[in-house]
């Protein structure tokens, strides 16, 4: 694949505002849509847990 991994960011705390037009339960299953999209596409997803924005850089770099 062209991708070695695929960083899927799990939600945050969801609030519907003027740019999110979704439900929470429709972004829920956009993100899972998502991530079995690019499983089926053989691509190798790894989920980033919600932490401080610092933690999440340092998750993925210690992941790539």
Do not use: C, W
């Not at 972004?27 to 401080?52: C, F, N, Q, W």
Request: proline share 2%; hydrophobic share 35%.
């Amino acid at each position: 694949s062209k991708y070695k991994k695929v960083f899927i960011f799990d939600l945050l705390q969801y609030s519907k505002d003027y740019s999110r037009t979704e439900t929470a339960e429709e972004a829920k299953e956009i993100d899972s849509l998502l991530e079995e999209t690019y499983i089926k596409y053989g691509h190798t997803v790894v989920r980033v847990p919600v932490m401080k924005s610092e933690k999440r850089m340092e998750f993925i770099l210690n992941n790539l």
